[in-house]
């Protein structure tokens, strides 16, 4: 099957420092990438939306100066997350949607990123 | 403000018994409904889908049924087996899957041997 690449796994680090979350699709193209953040007991909610070549969509209430994402090619997308504070602690994971396949079951996910910020 | 619903953190059942998962939905444009197993330290893998068109979808030991007028769907797993053990999330997109997924907060399955 298709396989997302999602680096690092975990990452600690201090308040006030920026941290970036890479997401590859390794064996396929991918237009369009989704960025998800899942709180503790809490449902994986949507952040944004990245397609190759353009500017990210924000979901409301998700700072988009704060969470910065790049989609420069079509197999990698990276967020970052810029001046991190404790409450931006959380799973962050990646999906993918293979080019040209419009249904949500082509969708592949990364394995996540834990952050924790001190 | 939950759209999709997982009521049950999780569930136990025995090895060989049918396990049921629920799921409910508030918002009527969703049309397109999926299932994704989650191991721990991996990300979600799709299990089954089912279209707000059909009421009941199967594939080997997996059947989602959907109940439209009660904004419901159920998946079930019979014979349940060890390896079943996971999180399941139920998701819901609207324009027959083509919009973004919006996740349940999952439930997690225990198959006891």
């Known amino acids: 099957g298709a396989v997302v690449s999602q680096h690092p796994s975990r990452v600690i680090c201090k308040s006030g420092t920026s941290v970036k979350i890479e997401c590859r699709s390794l064996?396929?193209?991918?237009?369009?990438m989704f960025w998800y953040r899942q709180f503790p007991k809490q449902s994986l909610m949507l952040m944004a939306t990245?397609?190759?070549?353009?500017?990210?969509?924000?979901e409301q209430g998700v700072e988009k100066d704060k969470f910065l994402i790049n989609h420069a090619s079509l197999t990698l997308s990276t967020l970052t997350v810029t001046s991190a504070h404790p409450e931006d602690s959380s799973f962050y994971i990646c999906?993918?949607?293979?080019?040209?396949?419009?249904?949500?079951?082509?969708?592949?996910f990364g394995s996540g990123t834990q952050l924790s910020v001190l | 403000d939950q759209q999709v619903k997982q009521n049950s953190p999780s569930l136990s059942v025995q090895e060989g018994r049918i396990s049921i998962l629920n799921c409910d939905y508030t918002?009527?444009?969703?049309?397109?409904f999926l299932w994704y197993k989650k191991y721990p330290a991996e990300g979600p893998t799709f299990l089954i889908s089912?279209?707000?068109?059909?009421d009941k979808n199967e594939d080997g030991r997996f059947t989602v049924f959907l109940n439209k007028s009660a904004k419901h769907l159920s998946l079930h797993i019979v014979p349940s087996q060890p390896g079943d053990s996971a999180v399941y999330f139920c998701?819901?997109?609207?324009?027959?899957?083509?919009?973004?997924?919006?996740f349940g907060k999952g439930t997690r399955l225990s198959v006891i041997a």
């Open positions: 999906s993918a949607r293979q080019t040209g396949i419009a249904t949500n079951e082509k969708l592949f």
């Open positions: 998701a819901a997109s609207a324009k027959s899957g083509n919009t973004p997924l919006v």
């Open positions: 089912i279209s707000s068109i059909k």
């Open positions: 990245s397609n190759e070549g353009s500017k990210a969509t924000y």
């Open positions: 918002n009527s444009m969703f049309d397109y």
């Open positions: 064996d396929f193209q991918a237009t369009t």
